[in-house]
């Protein structure tokens, strides 16, 4: 059973420090992978998406990697904004048909 | 362009009672899928709809849960009676065939005294 961890559970950090936050996952054969950020009292927004073929994903600020033999996954936040400040999710699905796995979340703050 | 669009947003209701969650999602997604959130245990698959056609519901933790989806524009998620243990945010989301993201709508922030 596919398993999903992040870490830390919370960060915390000053404004325009680079971060990044972890993923890792127990089943390799993964078909793809998504970094969501959730907003206090909202649904989740995908930020990236990550074929299983696809070693990176790129949107403005955010650099999504994936290493699918390791297990991991990281989100690097470049020049971190208060306005990033939320719960970002990693979540796995391992074909076209399965829904996803989600792991915790990690809750960043980014203090002015 | 709506997103997929969630009602009530919030609903606190006594022990016993019938709940109903609903749900639009975003037009010409083929899924649809129902999740429980709480601070336990994280975001919790309860059920998912391809074509409008119930395919998993294994997570549906009890038969006092039931979902459906009459169409390609509507889903339900009804629990009868319901229990305190029951309080979370419930969320449902879409996706399109492929392989592309999942969209969530704001989800029902559901409260059982």
């Known amino acids: 059973k596919q398993e999903v961890t992040q870490i830390p559970a919370a960060l915390s950090v000053p404004e325009g420090e680079n971060l990044v936050l972890n993923c890792s996952f127990t089943d390799s054969a993964i078909y793809n992978l998504q970094w969501f950020r959730q907003d206090p009292g909202k649904g989740l927004t995908s930020l990236l998406l990550i074929q299983s073929s696809q070693r990176e994903q790129t949107s403005g600020r955010l650099n999504a990697s994936l290493d699918k033999s390791s297990g991991r996954s990281t989100l690097y936040i470049a020049a971190s904004q208060p306005g990033d400040s939320a719960t970002y999710l990693c979540a796995v699905t391992s074909s076209g048909n399965t829904p996803l796995v989600f792991g915790k979340g990690t809750r960043l703050s980014v203090i002015a | 362009d709506a997103g997929v669009i969630q009602s009530p947003r919030h609903e606190v209701t006594e022990m016993g009672q019938e709940v109903t969650l609903r749900c639009k999602p975003i037009s010409g997604h083929d899924y649809l899928f129902w999740y429980r959130q709480t601070m336990m245990r994280g975001l919790e698959l309860l059920i998912y709809f391809n074509n409008n056609v119930p395919i998993d519901d294994s997570g549906m933790p009890e038969d006092r849960f039931s979902a459906k989806m009459p169409n390609a524009s509507f889903s339900t998620l009804k629990i009868q009676p319901s229990e305190p243990r029951d309080s979370a945010v419930y969320f449902c989301?879409?996706?399109?065939?492929?392989?592309?993201?999942?969209?969530f709508g704001d989800g029902t922030r559901l409260s059982i005294l």
């Open positions: 989301a879409s996706r399109g065939q492929g392989m592309g993201p999942q969209h």
